[in-house]
């Protein structure tokens, strides 16, 4: 089983920054690919990033390039995501998740997933 506890979600108005965390706990951090998902109200979860077990390789979905970086820490045993330029179309329930496989377009195939964080951008 693998443990996952997100955090760092809150209230910022539109063009704003957070970093969400998410710390890792019982099994070895660096066998998994890790990605970031989110679910607006309403709406299906939906990716939004993904990083590999070594930190090499990362992807991210249209809407987030260039404004979300992914990253992680395998001494710290957690996955990062910086979010900048926030947008309204942004708020969601924000979760992490963890997966043994690591497809070449850069997509996963969560089996733990964090209990999510809400991120509320502010027009």
């Known amino acids: 089983q693998v443990q996952l506890v997100e955090s760092g979600g809150g209230l910022v108005q539109t063009g704003g920054s957070l970093r969400l965390s998410c710390a890792a706990s019982?099994?070895?951090?660096?066998?998994?690919?890790m990605g970031w998902f989110r679910q607006a109200p309403g709406k299906g979860r939906e990716f939004v990033a993904s990083?590999?077990?070594?930190?090499?390789?990362?992807g991210s979905a249209d809407s987030v390039k260039g404004r979300f970086t992914i990253s992680r820490d395998n001494v710290k045993n957690t996955v990062y995501l910086q979010m900048n330029s926030l947008k309204p179309e942004d708020t969601a329930v924000y979760y992490c998740?963890?997966?043994?496989?690591?497809?070449?377009?850069?997509?996963?195939?969560?089996?733990?997933w964090g209990q999510g964080t809400q991120v509320t951008v502010s027009s």
């Open positions: 998740a963890a997966s043994t496989q690591y497809y070449n377009d850069r997509s996963l195939s969560p089996e733990y």
């Open positions: 990083i590999s077990r070594g930190g090499g390789l990362t």
């Open positions: 019982g099994r070895t951090f660096s066998n998994y690919a």
